[in-house]
């Protein structure tokens, strides 16, 4: 690298007292000169280092980009377990693997368990994320008023009267539960096979109670935001406490709260820090205003007692799959906008449906519409009924051939 020259010496004024007045001037005319010349020669040094400066400038800016790129590339993602005196216990995302490490000095405040953080290749935490709007909304729907009713609810009529008592009674009449001095359920779970109407219930009794609708699936927290699990369970608290009045729905309470087995793998350890930041929550849960909790499942033999220990859920409710007068109400329900041909009489359509959950019999409703329209008919007619059958206990077995097929 080549040395930029000196700069030119500061020119001096030397006057000899012996001089004479036209010497003097001499002197102090050439001294001008001189002064005027350096001046010029910084000038255009001036103008050269400028120019330098610029290049490097830009130099700069293309490394910083460069790092950027080579920071952002290399980092992998974690959650924060546990902050110990000896460093930071973090969880790797995809392979579960438990690590001991420190963060970023600038990061010691910030860091808090269940935070997703940006891990280097020597897992040193480099990045605190901040996704928790973003996997909150993912992790949970919300609904301000949900459109359910209870007249779309047919067949269980009982389940729809100890709903309301349980959690609309008290979101509503909250004194009257004061007065008379009786505790209303702290937790209600509904139980009973798939498609019964246990997500309509819950969306029904938010509606009429013109209470926020918060959603959870129990099985997205163990699948999908693994690590994030107890988070996830307090967010979802804290916003029912920001949108009360508010009902939480926990769908497939099962993934969080099944029995302990004897296996001991990291998963497992997982549900189980999901599980009883639920609990602890519930148990908290008091003073916590106009917020009523339920939960539903498929799986209730699976459940950890636990759960269903007074205080949490202590109101428990099962809705089965409908009789032949349960099956007549929900077809009715959901052929009531379609144009159906006179003389219909969906009793007998219903009573041929032996096993058909709710979610069966809306699904048979938009059959039977499909097959009136591939046949250029504007009304649906007891044939179309009887086809929608066939096709869906067909389409069944092939599953269930599928299903053989891969064990
Ligand atoms: N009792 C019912 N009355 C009317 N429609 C019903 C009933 N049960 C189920 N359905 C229909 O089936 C759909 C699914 O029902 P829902 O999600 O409430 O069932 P679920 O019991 O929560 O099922 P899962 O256990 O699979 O979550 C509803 O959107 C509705 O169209």
């Known amino acids: 690298m080549s040395h930029s020259p000196s700069l030119p010496d500061r020119p001096r004024l030397e006057l000899d007292p012996e001089m004479s007045d ?3 001037l001499e002197a102090i ?3 001008f000169r001189r002064i005027v010349q350096v001046n010029e020669e910084l000038e255009d040094r001036l103008a050269d280092a400028e120019g330098r ?3 490097l400038k830009d130099d700069v800016e293309q490394l910083k980009r460069e790092n950027e790129v080579l920071k952002t590339s290399s980092l992998y993602i974690a959650s924060v377990e546990e902050i110990t005196d000896d460093g930071v216990v973090i969880k790797q995302h995809g392979n579960n693997q438990e690590v001991l490490t420190q963060a970023a000095s600038r990061l010691d405040e910030d860091l808090r368990p269940g935070d997703r953080v940006a891990i280097n290749d020597s897992f040193a935490v480099q990045q605190v994320l901040d ?8 992790a949970m729907e919300v609904t301000e008023s949900p459109d359910v009713t209870y007249a779309d609810i047919g067949g269980i009529d009982d389940q729809i009267r100890e709903v309301r008592e349980a959690v609309e009674d008290p979101l509503e009449n ?3 539960f004061e007065t008379v001095g009786v505790e209303p359920p702290s937790g209600v779970l509904l139980h009973g096979p798939p498609g019964t109407g246990k997500t309509m219930l819950a969306k029904a009794v938010a509606n009429e109670s013109d209470a926020t609708f918060i959603k959870m699936a129990g099985s997205e927290l163990v699948r999908k935001f693994i690590g994030e699990g107890a ?5 979802l608290f804290e916003l029912a406490a920001e949108r009360e009045p508010a009902v939480i729905f926990i769908d497939e309470i099962d993934a969080v709260a099944a029995k302990r087995t004897d296996s001991k793998t990291s998963g497992d350890a997982e549900v189980q820090r999901t599980m009883m930041q639920l609990l602890s929550e519930m148990d908290g849960f008091d003073d916590r205003g106009e917020i009523r909790i339920m939960a539903a499942t498929n799986r209730f033999d699976m459940l950890d007692e636990a759960i269903l220990r007074p205080g949490r859920f202590d109101r428990l409710i099962e809705v089965p799959e409908p009789g032949p007068e349960g099956r007549e109400r929900i077809l009715e329900i959901h ?3 379609m144009n159906v041909a006179d003389g219909i009489d969906l009793g007998v359509v219903a009573s041929d449906l032996d096993g058909y959950s709710g979610a069966d019999i809306a699904s048979l409703a938009t059959e039977a519409g499909m097959f009136a329209i591939r046949d250029g008919r504007t009304e649906v007619r007891q044939a179309d009924f009887e086809a929608a059958r066939d096709k869906l206990r067909d389409a069944d077995t092939e599953d269930e051939q599928v299903i053989n097929y891969q064990y």
Do not use: F, N, W
């Open 231 to 235: 988070r996830l369970v307090r967010d």
């Open 53 to 55: 400066r610029g290049e």
């Open 131 to 138: 996704d928790e709007t973003d996997s909150r909304a993912q």
């Open 335 to 337: 052929t009531r906008d």
């Open 29 to 31: 005319r050439q001294h």
């Open 22 to 24: 036209a010497e003097r």
């Open 174 to 176: 909250p004194e009257q």
